[in-house]
């Protein structure tokens, strides 16, 4: 690594946090790294800020993330990024994937010294989660009894619900189990 270069140019950030403006400057610093093989992309993750996927040759930012720190920490938007486009860097000419002394040179290399595996607690203006809505339920068949809520449809086929049970209570929940989408009396 020593006959790298002490600063990495990227092209100017721009004024505006958007996501056109994010999504235009992620493309832009990867064709300056020459990484036109990779990709940028949104997720919707909403307990981390960005992601590299290593093996699908992929950044992604969450828009939940993006939302939040729009207008109150504008700087993290880019930050993030980078941080990202660093393991890209230590991906693509080392085959590292880690927070180690590699990806490090990398953050420093891209303006970002003293870049850290995460954001301190309360670095970022995170919003509370919005409570997500139950929409089903695993109760008795019989009895009604609900013992689960999810937010999404399981992915039990009915085969395996046939042959599953609650723990401590095999003999009167086996083979009785039941997913329904959720009804008021449920609550």
Known sequence: MEDLPA????????AAV???????????????????EWGFG???ARLRL????????RITLSRHMLECCMETAPDQVWRTLLH??????????????????IWRHYCTLLGIPGERARVPQG?????????????YV???AETGEVFRRYFRRPRLSPRRLAHSYMPGRKEETYGKLLIRPVEEQDF
């Not at 958007?18 to 036109?36: D, K, Q």
């Not at 970022?124 to 139950?134: D, F, H, Q, T, W």
Request: aromatic share 8%; hydrophobic share 35%.
């Open 50 to 57: 960005g992601c590299c996927h290593l093996r699908e040759c």
């Open 123 to 135: 670095a970022v203006p995170m919003p509370a989660l919005p409570e997500r809505p139950v929409r």
């Open 84 to 101: 990202e486009l660093a393991h890209a860097l230590a991906w693509e000419f080392h085959s590292y994937a880690g927070h180690g002394y």
């Open 18 to 36: 958007c996501r056109e403006s994010v999504e235009g400057y992620a493309r832009e610093c990867l064709n300056a790294l020459h990484m036109e």
């Open 138 to 140: 695993l109760c008795h």
């Open 7 to 14: 600063h990495i140019p990227l092209p100017p950030r721009p």
């Open 42 to 44: 949104w997720d919707r």
